[in-house]
Structure formats: C-alpha cells, structure tokens
C-alpha cells in the first residue's frame, strides 16, 4: 500500500507520508556519509511541531528475489505504539515511492525483520553482524560530530 512519495527537488529528497493515523506532510531523506558498511544509505527526518527537523527512521539498501534494488527501514517514535516498516521504490520522477510493508518470516534473516520486536535481526545474511551501532548517546543526544541536523532544511 502506498503511504507517500518523495521527491528529488534541486538535490534533496523531500515529500510526505500519510496514514490513517499518521500525517508526515513535511519528510526529508538525509545522505548517511559512513565507512561502515552496515551504516543505512538514509536517515529519516521529519518537522516536529517547533518546525525543527528530528530523525524519525533510518533505510538500508535491499534486494528483491527479483533483484531490484530498494530501500527498508523503519519510521519510530515515541508517540507510535510500534515501528511502522516501510519500504521505498524509485519512481520515474527520481524520486521514491513510499510503500508500507507487513512483516513477513524470512528464513534468510533467522526469522523477520524485527520490526514487531523493536529491533533488527543483527544476525543478517549469512549469518554476518548487525546494522551497526547507534547515532544516539546514552542521555539522548546525538553522538558524532555531525550537526548539520540544527540546519533549518538539513537534507
């Protein structure tokens, strides 16, 4: 089911994503620049209600059985009871579709994705480590160097 669209305006990833009980009309993609290979491709961000961008979600790069490349990953917050999973498609305006995904036991994984439990499955293909380690300190705030997230439009 298609929840939201994105689309590539003068280099940034920008759009919005609707359900019935969640209305982002302001998302944006943020480029992940990392050396770790299990870093995602994209950091989710969205306008809280003091019109700061906060990341809500992050998407790592998937292979369909098909061999199509997409993005996964999750949009969380404290005010969702769980996770929503959701994947994004490249649409023919460069941009992405926005599709919601139920989770489905996948014997490649151990299992599913984890995000009915909250967590990945940090086993991965093969068996290998996890996603890699959090952006999060222990009190909260955003660990690393990084501050282009206090940018008023940081994607």
Same mark, same amino acid.
């Not at 299990?38 to 961008?53: C, S």
């Not at 959090?134 to 439009?153: C, I, L, M, N």
């Given at each position: 089911?298609?929840?939201? /669209?994105?689309?590539?305006?003068?280099?940034?990833?920008?759009?919005?994503?609707?359900?019935? @009980?969640?209305?982002?009309?302001?998302?944006?993609?943020?480029?992940?620049?990392?050396?770790?290979? !299990?870093?995602?491709?994209? /950091?989710?961000?969205?306008?809280?209600?003091?019109?700061?961008?906060?990341?809500?979600?992050?998407?790592?790069?998937?292979?369909? !059985? %098909?061999?199509?490349?997409?993005?996964?990953?999750?949009?969380?917050?404290?005010?969702?009871?769980?996770?929503?999973?959701?994947?994004?498609?490249?649409?023919?305006?460069?941009?992405?579709?926005?599709?919601?995904?139920?989770?489905?036991?996948?014997?490649?994984?151990?299992?599913?994705?984890?995000?009915?439990?909250?967590?990945?499955?940090?086993?991965?293909?093969?068996? %290998?480590?996890?996603?890699?380690?959090?952006?999060?300190?222990?009190?909260? /705030?955003?660990?690393?160097?990084? @501050?282009?997230?206090?940018?008023?439009?940081?994607?």
């Amino acid at each position: 089911m298609n929840i939201g /669209e994105i689309f590539n305006r003068n280099g940034r990833l920008k759009g919005s994503i609707a359900t019935r @009980t969640i209305d982002l009309p302001s998302v944006g993609l943020r480029k992940v620049v990392s050396d770790n290979p !299990k870093a995602p491709v994209y /950091e989710i961000l969205a306008l809280n209600i003091a019109r700061r961008y906060v990341q809500i979600g992050a998407l790592w790069e998937a292979v369909s !059985k %098909q061999g199509d490349v997409f993005l996964a990953g999750n949009i969380d917050d404290p005010s969702l009871p769980e996770p929503l999973p959701i994947a994004l498609f490249p649409a023919d305006h460069g941009g992405y579709m926005v599709a919601w995904r139920r989770d489905t036991m996948r014997s490649d994984f151990g299992g599913g994705m984890g995000a009915s439990s909250g967590r990945y499955d940090d086993r991965g293909p093969g068996g %290998q480590g996890g996603f890699g380690d959090s952006t999060v300190g222990a009190g909260g /705030e955003r660990s690393g160097s990084d @501050t282009s997230f206090e940018e008023e439009d940081p994607f």
